[in-house]
């Protein structure tokens, strides 16, 4: 199995910054596309931005121009650095990540959830 665990999340004023990381473990062999998605309360989830491997990058309408995405490869982790916080993306973040594990000397793909990490931006 591949793990994700999310950190960086917590309180912040508006106007302020955060920085969330997602490290991911496991029989990983590759891990193609990653990306963070957030749930408000009582709304579906959404993405908020995506990462290929080769580190294209592609964001929500909403975010874009206050939120940067980036990877770490060698270390199969995935940041997003939020910057000009807005009460409205107060939300649960969750990060994802597909790509292939090795399962007794076979290559299988996966899709894998963090646990999520709580960001609320007072006003």
């Known amino acids: 199995q591949v793990q994700l665990v999310e950190s960086g999340g917590g309180l912040v004023q508006a106007g302020g910054s955060l920085r969330l990381s997602c490290a991911a473990s496991g029989s990983i062999f590759r891990i193609n596309d990653m990306a963070w998605y957030r749930q408000a309360p009582g709304k579906q989830r959404e993405l908020v931005a995506t990462i290929t491997s080769g580190g294209n990058t592609n964001y929500a309408t909403s975010v874009k121009g206050r939120f940067t995405i980036s990877r770490d490869n060698a270390k199969n982790t995935v940041y997003l650095q939020m910057n000009s916080l807005k009460p409205e993306d107060t939300a649960v973040y969750y990060c994802?990540?597909?790509?292939?594990?090795?399962?007794?000397?076979?290559?299988?793909?996966?899709?894998?959830w963090g646990q999520g990490t709580q960001v609320t931006v007072s006003s």
């Open positions: 994802n990540a597909a790509g292939l594990r090795t399962v007794t000397f076979k290559k299988t793909p996966f899709d894998s």
